[in-house]
């Protein structure tokens, strides 16, 4: 089994900074890709970007919506995937997400279905 608990979540305004942080544990080396979705009160649960956990950790891809703003990367040493967040806007306040997969289907890495692991989230709320 792999755990993953979120961290860095919080309130902030409009063109503000964050950054958000997914510690693992466990059978870590059983871990394909790491992903990060994010799912706003009464919707559904969104897709935000995705990166390899091994082989240099490369990205495999953000969601339109964030890229130029957000970008995703891998500490192996800490077992860390971080999100960085730019230019927040009130459209990305959700409950933030992390998950692992351990299978290396790299074209599914949109599909909530391919993650076997998830964190509880962390809570992010922009105003403006």
């Known amino acids: 089994q792999v755990q993953l608990v979120e961290s860095g979540g919080g309130l902030v305004q409009a063109g503000d900074s964050l950054k958000l942080s997914c510690a693992a544990s466990g059978r870590t080396n059983s871990v394909q890709f790491m992903g990060w979705f994010r799912q706003p009160p009464g919707k559904e649960r969104d897709f935000v970007g995705a990166i390899r956990w091994r082989w240099g950790g490369g990205v495999i891809g953000y969601a339109d919506s964030v890229k130029g703003r957000f970008t995703i990367s891998r500490d192996i040493a800490e077992n860390t995937v971080y999100l960085q967040m730019n230019n927040l806007e009130p459209e990305d306040a959700a409950v933030y997400y992390c998950?692992?997969?351990?299978?290396?289907?790299?074209?599914?890495?949109?599909?909530?279905?391919?993650?076997?692991?998830w964190g509880q989230g962390t809570q992010v709320t922009v105003s403006s």
């Open positions: 998950a692992a997969a351990v299978r290396s289907h790299y074209s599914d890495y949109l599909n909530t279905l391919e993650y076997n692991y």
